[in-house]
């Protein structure tokens, strides 16, 4: 119904959002490597952090798809 509608449509903004920022720390990450390789930046420190950031986010958004995969799984096999 409207309510499910509703939720619905606030689960895709913040999953979309969750995404946005995803992609947006792994260019940050790919502009700090960059930037140690072409020796503009010499903070390995910095890069590194970067780097896990990003991984970190990335795992994170992953564990998401995965428990919205499992939950559509679910609610298919209740409409059975």
Request: proline share 0%.
């Amino acid at each position: 119904g409207h309510c499910y509608d509703a939720l619905v449509g606030i689960a895709d903004v913040k999953i979309f959002t969750s995404i946005n920022d995803v992609n947006g720390l792994q260019k940050d990450a790919d502009s700090a490597i960059q930037k140690l390789v072409s020796g503009e930046s010499k903070n390995l420190h910095e890069t590194l952090l970067a780097v896990e950031k990003a991984d970190i986010a990335f795992k994170a958004i992953n564990q998401i798809r995965m428990k919205v995969i499992d939950a559509y799984k679910e609610v298919m096999r209740m409409q059975v």
